[in-house]
């Protein structure tokens, strides 16, 4: 009897552990499971391999910015595993550029060399730094397996880019990114711009990130203070480093948009009351005038923590939840730059979004967007299911074309991310006028690393860079 009892019970123990085991190893499993063994992001799979020879061939790796007369401007960021301590006391595991989370703020001058060498210490899984926004050459475009391998622990990485475009970036590694923007390799670069469009007194920089499970505007629980006084004026660029949208009030005064992902608005005019709704990945640079009350409160209504008090004085009145939406479709002045629905494009692609996928399929299963330089292409995102999607593509500035199949009617929009919410879907327009390979992936990073990402491949370009689980580079 007492044998029998032992031998049931030792059978329900044996059978347990299985089971916690078989449910650690499917765990274990699972980030790397969309990953194959080995996948080249330069493959044109699907397509006429007689176009493709037509065009001469090119590696990634070798397009680069000539070297000639312009300032540079050198940077040094080592990756390095951290324990931060935030100002509430906290203390938090981080993964760092240059031990702090935002890395240091990098600011640079249109036209300047940006030469930035990364180092990492001792981050196991592999970094990089990707340029958010920034429209530069394919090899320094910091996407393990595309552009680069990932970068080991002792090894280094020199970047090097011509600042073109002035306006708000920020950077981040692109090695399983959704995992190492949270734990806290991200920073800001700021372009200052040549002939600057603007007079501020104050230019600050703003970066709304969480940080493991804390939720930090530079870096700082509770929000962040910041100096001006009555009468000044002050250009706030805020950062979205989240994978959620924000949407923002500012309580206190009237503002401007005057750049989104850092690209100038042209002729933005005073709102009051409005909710800016800034997606995962996107940049919103407004401008005002601090009021004789002394105070400005910029705030997100979905996050508490992230706020931004400007000045001191009374607390302004916060906006109702039913102020209205800022809307860019009609905002501003138009110019006629001759992108429109009209024109004619060389090829056209619409992309349905869904939870985790693009036209149903997932990351190297999604078909490339295919183009040869010169070319117009017209792109149509259309959400179909899950939360929203600010759809990001990296190496080009798209123009938006249309909201709900309506052109939109005020200052030309040129962006690097699109946000796409629910039952909304937008045409862009692009110039292929930069070769490579470049992702084209929703920049709410969760839902990158669950498939939505894909290519865009400009015929002919080849890359010796593999991702999959072999090499290791893992670029979601
Ligand atoms: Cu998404």
């Known amino acids: 009897m007492v044998d029998v009892r032992n031998h049931q019970r030792r059978r329900i123990f044996i059978t347990g552990l299985l089971l916690i085991l078989l449910i650690a190893v499917a765990g274990c499993g699972y980030q790397d499971a969309k990953y194959p063994e080995e996948v080249n992001m330069g493959d044109h799979h699907g397509h006429h391999s007689s176009e493709v020879a037509a065009v001469q061939a090119a590696s990634c790796t070798d397009f680069k910015d000539a070297r000639g007369s312009e300032p540079v401007r050198s940077f040094q960021l080592t990756a390095a595993k951290t324990t931060i301590e935030l100002n509430n006391g906290q203390k938090t595991d981080a993964w760092t550029y240059e031990g702090t989370s935002p890395g240091p703020e990098l600011r640079v001058r249109e036209g300047d060399r940006v030469v930035v060498q990364l180092d990492n210490q001792d981050i196991d899984k592999g970094v990089s730094i990707h340029w958010h926004g920034v429209v530069l050459p394919c090899s320094q475009d910091g996407v393990p397996g595309v552009t680069q391998d990932a970068v080991w622990p002792g090894e280094s990485f020199t970047y090097e880019f011509i600042a073109r475009h002035p306006g708000t970036y920020w950077y981040h590694s692109h090695q399983q990114s959704s995992e190492q923007a949270t734990k806290g390799l991200i920073g800001r670069l700021i372009v200052e711009p040549k002939e600057p469009t603007y007079q501020a007194d104050r230019d600050y920089a703003v970066t709304m990130q969480k940080l493991n ?264």
């Open 213 to 476: 499970n804390h939720k930090l505007t530079n870096g700082q629980t509770g929000g962040l203070a910041l100096e001006a006084r009555p009468g000044e004026t002050v250009r706030l660029r805020i950062i979205n480093a989240f994978n959620r949208v924000q949407h923002m009030g500012v309580a206190g005064t009237d503002f401007r948009v005057i750049a989104m992902d850092g690209q100038d608005l042209n002729g933005p005019t005073d709102l009051s009351e409005k909710w800016v709704a800034i997606g995962g990945g996107q940049r919103y640079d407004l401008l005002f005038t601090m009021p004789a009350s002394g105070q400005v409160q910029v705030y997100s209504r979905d996050e508490v923590e992230w706020k931004v008090l400007l000045g001191e004085g009374a607390a302004p009145q916060k906006l109702g939840n039913d102020a209205d939406w800022f809307d860019f479709t009609t905002y501003g002045t138009p110019v006629d730059d001759g992108i429109t629905t009209d024109m004619m494009f060389d090829r056209t692609y619409d992309l349905k979004l869904g939870g985790a996928e693009i036209n149903g399929k997932r990351f190297h299963e999604i078909p490339p967007i295919i183009v040869q330089e010169g070319e117009w292409i017209k792109v149509r995102f259309v959400h179909q299911s899950g939360s929203e999607h600010p759809m990001h593509l990296h190496g080009h500035l798209f123009k938006i074309l249309t909201k709900n199949g309506k052109p939109l009617t005020g200052s030309p929009i040129y962006a690097d991310s699109v946000l796409v919410s629910r039952n909304e879907e937008y045409e862009v327009a692009f110039l292929a006028n930069n070769p490579g390979l470049w992702m084209e992936h929703c920049h709410n990073l969760n839902h990158a690393a669950n498939g939505m990402t894909m290519m865009v491949n400009y015929e002919g370009v080849t890359t010796p860079y593999r991702v999959g689980t072999n090499s290791g580079n893992l670029p979601d």
